[in-house]
T-cell receptor, first 113, second 114 residues
């Protein structure tokens, strides 16, 4: 069983629509949750972090966390062509004196004109 | 405030050779982590350094090693390169010590092993 799972997509949405990206994780000890955006050939860019159950909003982005269901989501409102990228879900796990981020394989988002 | 910088940006090596990748952490960040990202995959955690000590390691063989310097910069060394080591190597810095916190990535080093 993969530790962090995402639908690889591509997820296609029209410009101006809401894009909904989902992620599930297996380790109940996970403590923090992140969404990164990665353009082709570039490195991941942090766009959202969330640490407690509920919603967290930042501009057009809303992250949602449900620890009981082991589920994280990212909503992008008023999607723009510039939002077309791969979105990586990352889960922070403390391991024996250290910590690491475990990433999903990413969901490719395409925003169409 | 300067961001995370990595060098070189691209590198081609022959199987069996050794390589050293470098990372300068973001100002004020004392924790550096290294990740390997193969094509079409998410980044995989290699190891983390905090206060010049290794502070957590992923499922990578000992030929992957690292260092952190007093100025918090870091190196990743890979010995006996294999074709499967071809990947994007990412350095990420965090503003706190051990514990879960936000990580910011450098632009990465694209390593090709031939």
């Amino acid at each position: 069983q993969k530790e962090v799972e995402q639908n690889s997509g591509p997820l296609s949405v029209p410009e101006g629509a809401i894009a909904s990206l989902n992620c599930t994780y297996s380790d109940r000890g996970s403590q923090s949750f992140f969404w990164y955006r990665q353009y082709s050939g570039k490195s991941p860019e942090l766009i959202m972090s969330i640490y407690s159950n509920g919603d967290k909003e930042d501009g057009r982005f809303t992250a949602q966390l449900n620890k009981a269901s082991q589920y994280v989501s990212l909503l992008i409102r008023d999607s723009q062509p510039s939002d077309s990228a791969t979105y990586l879900c990352a889960v922070g796990i403390l391991t024996g004196g250290g910590n690491k981020l475990t990433f999903g394989t990413g969901t490719q988002l395409k925003v169409e004109l | 405030e300067t961001g995370v910088t990595q060098s070189p940006t691209h590198l081609i090596k022959t199987r069996g050779q050794q390589v050293t990748l470098r990372c300068s952490s973001q100002s004020g960040h004392n924790t550096v982590s290294w990740y390997q990202q193969a094509l079409g995959q998410g980044p995989q955690f290699i190891f983390q350094y905090y206060r010049e000590e290794e502070n957590g390691r992923g499922n990578f063989p000992p030929r992957f090693s690292g260092l952190q310097f007093p100025n918090y910069s870091s190196e990743l060394n890979v010995n006996a390169l294999e074709l499967d080591d071809s990947a994007l190597y990412l350095c990420a810095s965090s503003p706190t010590g051990p514990g879960v916190s936000e990580a910011f990535f450098g632009q990465g080093t694209r390593l090709t092993v031939v």
